[in-house]
């Protein structure tokens, strides 16, 4: 049947083209140039392979790929190693290089005119030019990496207390200070400290006290040591803290931070650090069945994937695949490109790579860093029948993606001086309906609770407020990504200080309606909780409705894997809390792009302006569409970049 059909569209062709078949056959296109550009040797050379070895296979399964591993003649000499790329008519350079080294690399790509993919941790400078060719997929930013880890940490691994060390390089600085302003209600960190050159069991001991292990705990007089240690940064100090922690025998947690679940941590890799957990990234590909990372259909390739880095499989190498399928998609698309010049054609073929399981939403964001990730859980020790430094089964662990109620609190969140500014708030005193709708969805743990139900109160705002921020193109503490983030600011406090009165607006939250979640009127918005708690969120009401004996799992008290009944009661009370809160984001970030000047649209259903096809759009998938995004940035301008 093969042979048949290719001799007829062989004569179908000929009657087509008289003469054609007596023509030369055509010569078949060159394979399309790719460099991995990465460590050859030092802490993270083995990173490096891990990450390659993904790549490589990746690639191998798609259209014709001359793939080649590099590194510059010189340390650091990326002009010179980028202007030879070019002249070879690369078509794209692969790059996992150490922190510092991101903005170096991403210059020298761009002098040169190649088409960048940062797979390290540290990311590339986000920015909105629609013809820059500088992707990152190299995990979450320092913000997103410092509440998750503080989440973590609370649980499943009940730190309260943690010391918080990173190892000087600025993207781990950073993560390392947001964790003084993104931390449960429970937990006190320490401020955070570079660590030290020279750390071994005495150090770790005397950071532990009395936490360092159990048997300690009674027979050490020393109190206040830290119950807890989290790390930010690179794999040599990371390797330092974690060969510490083995030979000090240490049973207090210790988390890594992403990009160090790698043989280029030997004593995470091999569970000598028994206590030892790292955090990785996992995109949507990955996660979206609820499985977590690798997705089913992709275990069987990459076990055998896993052969070149000594029969294991390591984040990096999930990473590596992930990002070289999409290159290997958007080369494959690159022809189809209206575009003209065959590099134009494929830079709009990677800025325009979907994902068709969540509503068609990009591949890469339009400031060029891939979306839709989040963090998993590594375990360092052998867990059952799972080898050491191997990712944890979500069913295993609470809920990721979802910090617990206690992470969030309104009053977090300031007016930006020279930002517009909305004043949030719950209505007037016989306005207020958001204790009524917490009861009808099982949340109001009752008027004898009062300061209970204050915490619950207090967290929807909070997270309402965070994912508005988030909306408007913040980080989930509002604070700015300059050239990027609208500028705009989300408060409670009604009047802030130097706030001027043509910045000032204002979102209710409040009452019902008949037909509508929410409305706006000139500089005033309302958001109808009840209408979106009886529409959406009623059918999920919580049974039987919360009580004081539930207060452990907003407090921070519960201790995670105390039973599987408690666990599942924990992760529903926050589940049905913070799913309450994406309504109220959605349709508020609704309601204020109306008093910003937007219009209804129906140009994609992932507008956050479509009244039609955006009903029950999932918080993530949320965005601004292109004529929107430019009104917004006309009436509320872009937060700009330091000078």
């Given at each position: 049947m093969i042979r048949r059909a290719t001799a007829f569209a062989g004569l179908a062709a000929a009657l087509v083209a008289p003469g054609a078949a007596s023509a030369a056959p055509e010569k078949p296109a060159a394979p399309a140039k790719i460099v991995?550009?990465?460590?050859?040797?030092?802490?993270?050379?083995?990173?490096?392979?891990?990450?390659?070895?993904?790549?490589?296979?990746?690639?191998?399964?798609?259209?014709?790929?001359?793939?080649?591993?590099?590194?510059?003649?010189?340390p650091r000499a990326y002009d010179a190693f980028f202007a030879d790329l070019?002249?070879?008519?690369?078509?794209?350079?692969?790059?996992?290089?150490?922190?510092?080294?991101?903005?170096?690399?991403?210059?020298?790509?761009?002098?040169?005119?190649?088409?960048?993919?940062v797979l390290s941790p540290e990311a590339t400078r986000p920015d909105l030019d629609p013809d820059r060719a500088v992707f990152w997929a190299g995990g979450l930013s320092p913000t997103d990496e410092a509440l998750y880890a503080m989440d973590f940490l609370l649980q499943p691994l009940g730190v309260h207390d943690p010391a918080v060390f990173h190892d000087g390089s600025a993207r781990a600085i950073e993560a390392a200070s947001k964790c003084a302003r993104l931390h449960h209600t429970s937990q006190r960190p320490r401020a955070p400290l570079a660590l030290?050159?020279?750390?071994?069991?005495?150090?770790?001991?005397?950071?532990?006290?009395?936490?360092?292990?159990?048997?300690?705990?009674?027979?050490?007089a020393a109190d206040g040591g830290a119950d807890g240690i989290v790390y930010f940064g690179g794999p040599a100090a990371a390797e330092r803290l974690a060969a510490a922690c083995a030979a000090a025998k240490v049973e207090a947690p210790v988390l890594f931070a992403q990009g160090l679940a790698s043989r280029a941590v030997p004593s995470f890799a091999s569970g000598a650090a028994t206590s030892a957990w790292a955090l990785e990234s996992a995109y949507f590909e990955d996660y979206a069945d609820g499985k977590g990372s690798p997705a089913p259909a992709d275990a069987a390739p990459l076990a055998e994937v896993a052969k070149e880095t000594g029969g294991h499989l390591y984040a990096a190498t999930v990473r590596g695949w992930r990002a070289g399928r999409w290159v290997s998609e958007a080369l494959r698309r690159a022809p189809e490109s209206p575009e003209k010049k065959r590099e134009r054609k494929f830079l709009s073929s990677m800025r325009n790579l979907k994902r068709e399981g969540a509503r068609g939403k990009y591949v890469f964001?339009?400031?060029?860093?891939?979306?839709?990730?989040?963090?998993?859980?590594?375990?360092?020790?052998?867990?059952?029948?799972?080898?050491?430094?191997?990712?944890?089964?979500?069913?295993?662990?609470?809920?990721?993606?979802?910090?617990?109620?206690?992470?969030?609190?309104?009053?977090?969140?300031?007016?930006?001086?020279?930002?517009?500014?909305?004043?949030?708030?719950?209505?007037?005193?016989?306005?207020?309906?958001?204790?009524?709708?917490?009861?009808?969805?099982?949340?109001?743990?009752g008027a004898y609770e009062e300061g209970f139900r204050a915490e619950l109160v207090d967290d929807l705002m909070g997270r309402t407020m965070s994912r508005l921020h988030?909306?408007?193109?913040?980080?989930?503490?509002?604070?700015?990504?300059?050239?990027?983030?609208?500028?705009?600011?989300?408060?409670?406090?009604?009047?802030?200080?130097?706030?001027?009165?043509?910045?000032?607006?204002?979102?209710?939250?409040?009452?019902?309606?008949?037909?509508?979640?929410?409305?706006?009127?000139?500089?005033?918005?309302?958001?109808?909780?009840?209408?979106?708690?009886?529409?959406?969120?009623?059918?999920?009401?919580?049974?039987?409705?919360?009580?004081?004996?539930?207060?452990?799992?907003?407090?921070?008290?519960?201790?995670?894997?105390?039973?599987?009944?408690?666990?599942?009661?924990?992760?529903?009370?926050?589940?049905?809390?913070?799913?309450?809160?994406?309504?109220?984001?959605?349709?508020?970030?609704?309601?204020?792009?109306?008093?910003?000047?937007?219009?209804?649209?129906?140009?994609?259903?992932?507008?956050?302006?479509n009244v039609v096809e955006a009903v029950g759009l999932d918080f993530e998938w949320a965005e601004w569409i292109p004529e929107n995004a430019k009104t917004l940035e006309t009436r509320l301008g872009r937060v700009p970049v330091a000078k």
């Open positions: 991995f550009l990465a460590a050859a040797d030092g802490p993270l050379a083995a990173t490096s392979d891990e990450a390659f070895a993904g790549v490589k296979a990746a690639l191998a399964g798609g259209v014709s790929v001359e793939l080649t591993r590099e590194t510059p003649k010189k070019g002249k070879r008519d690369v078509a794209l350079a692969f790059a996992f290089v150490a922190d510092g080294e991101t903005a170096l690399v991403e210059k020298s790509a761009e002098k040169a005119k190649v088409p960048l993919l030290p050159a020279e750390f071994g069991v005495s150090e770790v001991k005397g950071v532990l006290g009395r936490y360092a292990t159990k048997a300690a705990a009674d027979a050490t964001e339009t400031w060029g860093h891939a979306c839709l990730a989040r963090f998993e859980g590594w375990r360092g020790a052998k867990f059952r029948e799972d080898p050491p430094c191997a990712r944890q089964r979500p069913t295993t662990l609470p809920i990721s993606g979802i910090p617990q109620v206690g992470f969030f609190s309104g009053s977090r969140f300031k007016y930006e001086p020279g930002s517009c500014y909305v004043w949030m708030h719950w209505g007037k005193p016989e306005e207020r309906t958001i204790e009524k709708d917490l009861k009808a969805l099982g949340l109001d743990p988030r909306l408007f193109l913040r980080n989930p503490d509002g604070t700015p990504i300059p050239g990027i983030s609208y500028n705009v600011t989300f408060g409670t406090e009604k009047d802030p200080p130097g706030l001027k009165g043509g910045q000032r607006f204002e979102m209710v939250l409040r009452g019902d309606n008949p037909s509508t979640g929410g409305v706006a009127h000139g500089t005033s918005c309302e958001v109808f909780t009840t209408f979106i708690q009886r529409t959406i969120y009623v059918k999920q009401a919580l049974v039987p409705p919360i009580s004081i004996d539930d207060r452990a799992y907003v407090n921070g008290s519960y201790k995670w894997g105390t039973s599987l009944e408690r666990n599942l009661r924990g992760d529903g009370i926050r589940a049905l809390h913070d799913g309450f809160t994406q309504g109220f984001a959605l349709t508020g970030s609704h309601e204020a792009g109306h008093m910003f000047g937007l219009g209804h649209d129906e140009a994609s259903p992932r507008s956050i302006m």
